[in-house]
């Protein structure tokens, strides 16, 4: 199984700043996501980050709001740009190897004032 | 379209019952996985099964057990002789490449 280690995991915000979320695995893995999950909701999937190219984003999100970076197998940012209120969620890093289940962070829970 | 409905949003019950959890999905795809995770109120994602879509048999893990029927698109989930520490919201998901999750089912077990 893999360790993913994500941070920060909470963070308080002002809108119109950005944060920016690390997640590292502790082992090589295939595929790396971003979800989203807003309060009482279930996930949704931000985008699927490659490495070294641009990320596959999912309906709805957008590159300039949720910028990705994936530099190397084990290790993705997300960003969450120019803040509102919209934006407090719990966002969540998930890595898959091959053959194995979806292996999930602990979660950055963010909330913008 | 990839899909996975929970139609139950919340159940409640009362310790040592049994519980099913329903899941129905939607995939155009012939190889997929199905995934049951626990959300305990702590917020971390727990993960419990995964089937592929070629292994129909059912499978039992202690107080939980899982019906997978590809004819019905369906993967439910059974807890026998619930317990308060069963109470969480419970995602079925469906990965054919990226991993997609159902709406969710909380479920809360009483004394």
């Known amino acids: 199984s893999a360790v993913i280690s994500q941070k920060p995991s909470r963070d308080i915000c002002q809108r119109g700043t950005s944060l920016t979320i690390q997640c590292q695995v502790d082992s090589q893995v295939t595929m790396m996501f971003w979800y989203r999950q807003q309060p009482g909701q279930s996930l949704t999937l931000i985008a699927t980050?490659?490495?070294?190219?641009?990320?596959?984003?999912e309906s709805g999100f957008v590159i300039d709001k949720f910028p990705i970076s994936r530099p190397n197998l084990t290790f993705s940012t997300l960003t969450v740009s120019n803040m509102s209120p919209e934006d407090s969620s719990i966002y969540l890093c998930?890595?898959?190897?091959?053959?194995?289940?979806?292996?999930f962070g602990q979660g950055t829970r963010l909330t913008v004032v | 379209a990839q899909k996975v409905t929970q139609a139950q949003t919340e159940i409640s019950v009362v310790e040592k019952e049994d519980v099913t959890l329903d899941c129905v999905y939607e995939t155009r795809d012939t190889t997929y996985y199905l995934f049951w995770y626990k959300q305990p109120p702590s917020g971390e994602l727990v993960f419990l099964i995964r089937r592929n879509s070629f292994d129909e048999q059912n499978e039992i893990s202690g107080r939980y057990s899982w019906n997978f029927q590809k004819s019905t698109s369906s993967f439910n989930f059974t807890i026998t002789a619930s317990q308060v520490v069963d109470s969480a919201v419970y995602f079925c998901?469906?990965?054919?490449?990226?991993?997609?999750f159902g709406t969710g089912t909380r479920l809360q077990v009483f004394p």
């Open positions: 998930s890595a898959t190897g091959e053959a194995t289940e979806a292996f």
């Open positions: 998901a469906d990965q054919p490449d990226k991993l997609i």
């Open positions: 980050a490659n490495q070294g190219s641009e990320a596959t984003y």
